[in-house]
Every structure is written in structure tokens, then in C-alpha cells.
């Protein structure tokens, strides 16, 4: 029983102190419900003209909104004790809030960030030169530092023509390229607003190229539409142009490279972008007229003349040997014949690729036997064969008999005469070659064999001596008669 009393007095006290503590609590919340706060506030970043909200308590009580550069707002689009609606203005940059209250002035514990509607509404014209002027319309243009035209060209601010909240004029760079233009507020991290349409870039147009054909070396003429922008000619064959003679808005004149082929000529300007032409330009080519001497002889010379010969850099004569060229002018070549040049026509080139075929066949001269003594000879003696045009020099002709045995120790070279050793066995027969290996000039004999009675000897020889060539015939008929005489 005393034990309940004593626990009776201990509940009581609990109880009167919990009393207290829920009515100390009852009046700091009503001192709370007094107090003007600020939670939260947004969106941020938030654009120039939209609504900005302010969430807390109490915030009926706020007279008005200060935000940075001193832009003050006293008028709400709602105002209620848990939120706060505003227009923002658009004097408004980025920086703290500060909410104005008879409490009391709150600052936010972050930064209010503007959100610059920058956009571009149109530029003009839809197409321009490098370095003509365009303008660029829009909104809040004044926050663009820099202009990017196609092909990474930046143009920056302090480069700008004009500069304000709506327009920007700038100058089309030398090497801007068709494309869409792009502006940027050059931050670290940039806003970038394209254009919805491309710039078109002008480039140089090709309406004729004359004279046709045109000698290299010479003027040609290119006509056309902004040839001025025009840096660099380039040739069908890949020869370059880079200095002209006159250069203007319709017409630019150079000089044709040596090497420059036929067909169209391609300009190229500062981008780099190339224009083709559809006319085309057409080489000229020499004229042959005659070719003298003819027959010529190999080992000599020949003198062409003709039109425009200075074209010429190479002389190709029949067999495809070419001759070297010892002078040349407008008007008459001079070119070594190859000592083993064959009959045909004669081909001449220029550094243009382009070929010229003279009309006629130019032949070579032929030498004419006349003798060969003695007809009877044993083998390591002299053979002694006479005629015209023989030997122009010591490589005219080659000997050879049968084992491939070669006589070139001749013991007299003049022109109609010449002696060369025999060397193989008895009842071999001889044989003359021109350089280039053809038995075009041919003549046979045998050797005798020393031992041999001179009229058996002469039932087993081949007395026929015979030069063979295309148009020549010759036959020893005064052998053919001790052949006879013989039998």
C-alpha cells in the first residue's frame, strides 16, 4: 500500500511537466508563424520576360524584389503567404535576389542566372563575295562575341563593322566557304545559334577561253564572271598558273605552260574551292612541210621546216629510233638521223602529249655494191668490196661468216671502197649486216680452201653475189658467166 502512494506522487509530476513543455511549444510555434522566410526560388537560369518564383513563408509580407543591377520589382503577378510570382525584367543581368520586407531585407543564398534568348532571325544578302558586307538581324545580339563562317573561319567582335542588340555587320572572310553561319558568345562553354539557311559563298564562272587552238608559250584568255577571287589556273596535265598577265572582274589573261594539255582549266580562290570550266582549251601542233635531204642518210642530219617547230622536243624516225635535235626555231628544225633509223614516216611530239606524222616516208640511203675481189679467196686474206655510200663511218657495216666469225679489221674506209679480212673455214659463206642486224644489204661468197684445184673449187662455190633490199636488186652477172664457163 505505500508502495502505490509513493508512485502516484512520481506520475503526477511527469504529467504537469509535460504540460509545460507542450505549451512552451505551442507558443515558439506562434512566434514562428510570425517570421518571413525565403526557401527556394526558380527557375534559374530563367529568360528575360518569364515568370521567376519565390517559395517560403509569409511572403505576403514582402514589399518588393531587388535583383542585381539595382532592377527593383514591386509589382506581382501573384503574391500569396507561400509563393511569390514576378515577371523578370530585362534590364536583368546575373547576380543575388534580395527580397525587400518589414522585417527585414533576405538575401538568396544563390545567384539568380539570366537566360539570353539569342537567336537569329535573318541575315542579308542570301549571297556575297569574300569581303563584302552582310548583316545578321536577331535578338540580344550585343552578348555575341564572335562570327563563324563555314571552313572554321572566325570573325571576332572587335572586327565586327557594327554592333548592336538586333543587327551585327561583319565583313565575309577572303576564304569563307557556302555554308551556315554560326554566332557564339565566346564562353568557355559557349551558346551557339545557327543560321536556318547556308551563305552562299560567290565563286569565279568560266564563259570562254581563247584563242583555239593557242601555241604554248602564249596568251590565253579566260572570260567570265569574278575572275578577280581567282588565285591559281590549273591545266588539264596538272601545270599550274599562279601569276597572270591582267586579272579583272570579267577577264584574266596568262600564259600557257609548255606542258599543258588538252581539255578544261580549272580556278581555284582563297577557300580552296575549285571551278571547272566547260570550255576547253585545245594545244597546237606544228606543221610539217618538208624534210630534206631525202633519202637522208643515217648518221647525218635532216632540216625540217614547217610552222610552230619550237613545239617540237622529240623526233622519232622509222624502226621507233629517235634523233637528237641540234637546233630548233618557229620555223626550221635540225635533228640527227640514228645510225640505225629504218625507212618510214617521222614522228614528232610536243610537251603537250600531242604527236605529228609527216606525210611522206622518209628513206634511208642505200649503199650500192659494185665489186667484191677477189671472188676467190682463202680464209685470213683480204676481201676488197667497192661501191657507193659503203661506210659513213666504221659501224655502217658488220661482217659476218659462217661460226659467227666477225671481219671488222678493215685496211681502207673510204666512202665507195673498203677491205675487211676473211675469217672462218673453206666453204664458208659471208655475210654483210647494217647495225640494226636486218640483211637488208647482203652479199654471199665462199672461202677457198687452199688446196683445192682451182677449177673444182669453182664447181663447188656459190659464185652468186647478191644485195637484197626493199627496192634493190643487184646480181654479178659476169660470175654468174664463169660459173658457166666453168661447168
Known sequence: MSQLFKIKPLLLLVFLASLFIVEACKKDDDTDSDQIQLLSFGPSP????????????????VTSIVLAN?????TFKSKTAGELVIVVPEATVNGKVVLKTPQGDIQAKTELKISEPITITSFSPAAARPGAVISIEGTYLNLIKEVIFTNKKVVKDSAFISHTKEKIEVKVPDDAKTGIIIIS????????????????????????????????????????????????????????????????????????????????????????????????????????????PAPAKTGGTVTV???????????????????????????????????????????????????????????????????????????????????????HD?????????????????????????QSTIHGRYGSTGTQRQPDRTDRERTRWNAVRPDTPDREQR?????????????????????????????
Open 70 to 74: 539595382n532592377v527593383e520589382v514591386n
Open 46 to 61: 530563367v529568360l528575360r520576360g518569364g515568370d521567376l518564383r519565390f517559395i517560403g513563408t509569409n511572403l505576403d509580407k
Open 394 to 418: 666504221r659501224h655502217y657495216f658488220a661482217h659476218r661468216y659462217s661460226g659467227e666469225q666477225r671481219a671488222d679489221d678493215y685496211r681502207q674506209r673510204p666512202r665507195h671502197r673498203f
Open 305 to 391: 621546216s614547217g610552222v610552230d617547230l619550237d613545239l617540237v622536243t622529240r623526233v622519232t624516225f622509222g624502226g621507233d629510233k629517235v634523233g637528237a635535235i641540234q637546233s630548233t626555231s618557229a620555223t626550221e628544225l635540225t635533228v640527227n638521223v640514228p645510225a640505225d633509223a629504218q625507212d618510214g614516216s617521222v614522228t614528232f611530239s610536243t610537251a603537250a602529249g600531242k604527236t605529228v606524222t609527216s606525210n611522206a616516208s622518209l628513206t634511208m640511203v642505200k649503199p650500192t655494191i659494185g665489186t667484191i675481189s677477189p671472188t676467190d679467196i682463202q680464209v685470213n686474206n683480204v676481201l676488197t668490196i667497192t661501191g657507193n655510200d659503203k661506210t
Open 459 to 487: 664447181r663447188r662455190r656459190d659464185f652468186r653475189h647478191i644485195a637484197h633490199h626493199p627496192g634493190f636488186h643487184f646480181r654479178n652477172r659476169h660470175l654468174h658467166a664463169r660459173q658457166r664457163t666453168a661447168r
Open 185 to 292: 558568345n565566346g564562353e568557355a562553354d559557349p551558346i551557339l545559334v545557327e543560321s536556318a539557311t547556308e551563305l552562299v559563298v560567290t565563286l569565279p564562272t568560266v564563259t570562254q577561253v581563247s584563242p583555239t587552238p593557242v601555241k604554248a608559250g602564249t596568251a590565253l584568255t579566260i572570260e567570265g564572271t569574278d575572275l578577280d577571287l581567282t588565285r591559281e589556273v590549273t591545266f588539264t596535265g596538272g601545270s599550274k598558273v599562279t601569276s597572270f598577265t591582267s586579272i579583272s572582274g570579267t577577264q584574266l589573261v596568262l600564259n600557257v605552260p609548255a606542258d599543258a594539255k588538252d581539255g578544261p582549266v580549272k580556278l581555284s580562290v582563297a577557300s580552296l574551292e575549285e571551278v571547272t570550266s566547260t570550255a576547253t582549251v585545245v594545244m597546237s601542233v606544228p606543221t610539217i612541210n618538208t624534210i630534206s
